[in-house]
């Protein structure tokens, strides 16, 4: 579910050199999400309000490079269905390399969603139940970094 995209309903316009999208239905979208507009746009919602009044429109962090479009398919990432299945993984198991790839998990969508604080803690806990889980090393190196604590993001690097 971490890579999955999920189709919403409806379809989306978007003009050539614009941030705004006009969506044919409201659509439920939250500031920070990832979204994917047609098969070739990844970007993320920066405003859910267009600035117009309607509910058929957001903003998205980039503009739209190609030929203006009236009909294109609007997808999502699904986190929080990724944040349940880890947490109920974790849950269900006692074997600690489970647990622990359940909150590397847990920590990567913290760290996709830029909450890094969240993401470091977690990152932590995987790492001390299983040392040698590499991306959970490598996800810690990555939150300290961004803390400017070099000289732990290095000694997990090292490992």
């Known amino acids: 579910y971490f890579w999955k995209w999920t189709p919403l309903p409806g379809h989306v316009s978007v003009q050539k050199g614009s941030s705004s999208v006009r969506t044919s239905q409201p659509i439920p979208l939250d500031v920070g999400e990832r979204i994917r507009i047609g098969m070739t746009l990844e970007t993320i919602v ?3 309000d267009a600035g117009d009044g309607s509910d058929n429109a957001f903003l998205m962090k980039d503009v739209w490079t190609e030929d203006s479009n009236d009909n294109l398919k609007l997808w999502k990432k699904d986190y ?3 944040s349940a299945l880890a947490k109920g993984a ?3 198991t006692t074997v600690e390399a489970m647990q622990a790839e359940s909150l590397f998990l847990l920590a990567r969508v913290h760290h996709v969603r830029e909450e890094l604080e ?3 803690k977690l990152y932590e806990k995987a790492c001390k139940l299983a040392p040698d ?3 959970a090393r490598f996800g810690l190196a990555q939150t300290l ?3 400017e604590d070099y000289k732990n993001a290095m000694m997990h ?3």
């Open 118 to 120: 969240n993401a470091n």
């Open 133 to 135: 889980l590499a991306p």
């Open 90 to 92: 974790y849950s269900s």
């Open 46 to 48: 920066q405003d859910e």
């Open 145 to 147: 970094l961004a803390q």
């Open 80 to 82: 929080d269905r990724v």
């Open 157 to 159: 690097l090292k490992l």
